[in-house]
């Protein structure tokens, strides 16, 4: 094993210098909870940002990766393949309505990258249209959509343009989008921004507005998908359907995917329009599958809607001194505090718990879907202890 401080110096030595680092190796999971490398237990409420949906190591997913390890890794889309078929025909199954003509790729903003090709090439149109306060991912096309400053700044003239209106505010929208709008692209629930939800009568407003100019109505599901607001997708709350979808983190049980999801009324989009090396091989897919199905046959949906709601309640009878107030769906919870984020993150660790920021002074909650009562409860115990 290596010595932690060789490990943080190589780190710090080598690393790209992108990432603020907590001073912590983590180096095994197991359910909800994660070990450092003096085998000390966190209680894992970030999901490795959302991606542990299941947990660390579940079973179903260890033995699909192990056994198509054994079988065929990689297999590039311009062959048919068995794995991918069946992803294909699971996601069809999960996803409402006619969202079933996939592009399947490697991560969250790749799914973004994808979604604004897809739109561009179904609507013939450039225009794109995004909330402020968003987060979409930092290649070129998904940070031009991604309004917070800090990312978006050093790259400004690299990247389209895009119009940015106020967030839930949908006579700035409909100023905003027109006949030459190819895209809206929003968010279920602003994660990244500070956990503020859609509100269904903004979504369905979007819609209304989309249907009337043919823009192309995108909801970025990478974070509110698979289930952690409680519903499969975070718009179904609000009972629209977009015409693209985009999801990601939790789509595979850990291993990197993502996917473009789009009305099949729509059509393809033209061959060599798209492409990936990478995107929908055998592993993922493979991994996909089990991690679908065990979401969906261990009742995580629902798990996250009924203890999201209960937790959501007994922070909120907590009165924290701290907070300012609570807000979220399902399993993915803000709690904006009265003052910086970070000493509190760093508070909850000594705990054992881990959390994530969003933004300066937002707390962000996003634990595994297999979560218990009992296990929340700590996690609000430490909060209380904290923030009281
Ligand atoms: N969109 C949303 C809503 C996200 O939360 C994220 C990541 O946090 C992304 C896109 C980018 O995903 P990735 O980091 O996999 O590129």
Not at 85 to 90: M, Q, S, T, V
Not at 104 to 119: F, M, R, Y
Not at 344 to 353: F, M, T
Request: net charge neutral; hydrophobic share 45%; proline share 4%.
């Amino acid at each position: 094993m290596i010595e932690t401080a060789k490990l943080f110096e190589l780190e710090n030595q080598h690393g790209s210098g992108a990432y603020g680092k907590r001073p912590t190796a983590l180096v095994r999971g197991e359910g909800v909870y994660v070990f450092d490398e003096a085998g000390r237990r966190y209680l894992d409420a970030t999901s490795g940002q959302g991606v542990a949906a299941l947990g660390h190591c579940h079973p179903a997913v260890i033995s699909a990766i192990s056994e198509q390890a054994a079988t065929l890794i990689t297999c590039h889309e311009s062959f048919y393949n068995d794995r991918r078929a069946k992803l294909y025909e699971l996601l069809a199954s999960l996803i409402p309505a006619d969202l079933n003509r996939f592009f399947l790729c490697n991560s969250g903003a790749e799914a973004n990258e994808g979604a604004l090709k897809v739109a561009k090439l179904l609507s013939g149109r450039d225009g794109i249209v995004a909330a402020k306060r968003s987060f979409h991912g930092r290649t070129t096309g998904a940070l031009s959509m991604t309004w917070t400053q800090k990312y978006r700044k050093p790259f400004q003239e690299w990247l389209p343009a895009v119009d940015y209106v106020a967030f839930n505010d949908i006579e700035a929208a409909k100023r905003a989008i027109s006949e030459s709008t190819a895209a809206v692209v929003v968010e279920a629930i602003q994660g990244e921004g500070g956990v503020h939800p859609a509100d269904n009568a903004y979504l369905q407003a979007l819609r209304d507005c989309c249907d009337q100019t043919g823009a192309m109505l995108i909801v970025d599901e990478i974070q509110t998908g698979i289930g952690r607001t409680g519903k499969w997708f975070g718009f179904e709350h609000a009972g629209i359907v977009p015409d693209i979808m985009t999801v990601g983190k939790a789509i595979a049980g850990g291993l990197p995917m993502g996917a473009v999801c789009w009305r099949a009324a729509h059509g393809p989009i033209d061959r060599a329009s798209h492409g990936s090396t990478f995107g929908g091989n055998p592993l993922a897919c493979a991994a996909a599958i089990a991690a679908l199905t065990a979401i969906r046959d261990e009742g995580l949906v629902e798990n996250a809607r009924d203890n999201g709601l209960w937790f959501m309640s007994e922070l909120r009878a907590q009165n924290l001194r701290g907070v300012r107030q609570a807000r979220g769906r399902g399993l993915m919870i803000g709690l904006e505090l009265r003052g910086r984020v970070t000493p509190i993150l760093k508070a909850l660790q000594e705990r054992g718990v881990l959390a994530l920021p969003a933004g300066l002074n937002t707390l962000r909650l996003l634990p595994p879907l297999i979560i218990t009562r009992d296990q929340l409860a700590v996690i609000g115990d430490a909060i209380a202890a904290v923030l009281g």
